[in-house]
């Protein structure tokens, strides 16, 4: 059974740094790719980031590029989000979560297995 597990979440001010973790169990996951969304209180989710779990081909949304890197640890089946120059409009609940699709993959019906989520609120 594959489970997905977020970590690393809490409160920051704004121009503050904080790096999420997330960790994949359950089976191999050559060819699949992690992804992070975020949802913020009455807004969709939205694409954040991904990487390929082989390969390592990154892809961010707009809004982040500059600020967020996604890596990850094979070894470990582990992907960090760090977030740097944090702003109050990055303010959401992260989900990671696992597409059995290799490459740039932003929609979130594309993936199949996510997390419970952890909360990242930017103060002013």
């Known amino acids: 059974q594959v489970q997905v597990v977020e970590s690393g979440g809490g409160l920051v001010q704004a121009g503050g740094s904080l790096r999420l973790s997330c960790s994949a169990s359950?089976?191999?996951?050559?060819?699949?790719?992690m992804g992070w969304f975020r949802q913020a209180p009455g807004k969709e989710r939205e694409f954040v980031a991904a990487?390929?779990?082989?390969?390592?081909?990154?892809s961010y949304v707009d809004s982040v590029k500059g600020r967020f890197t996604v890596s990850r640890d094979n070894a470990k089946n582990t992907v960090f989000l760090q977030l740097n120059s944090l702003k109050p409009e990055d303010t959401a609940v992260y989900y990671c979560?696992?597409?059995?699709?290799?490459?740039?993959?932003?929609?979130?019906?594309?993936?199949?297995?996510w997390g419970q989520g952890t909360q990242v609120t930017v103060s002013s």
């Open positions: 359950g089976r191999t996951f050559n060819g699949y790719t």
């Open positions: 979560a696992l597409s059995r699709e290799w490459g740039f993959v932003p929609s979130s019906l594309r993936y199949d297995y």
């Open positions: 990487i390929t779990l082989s390969g390592g081909i990154t």
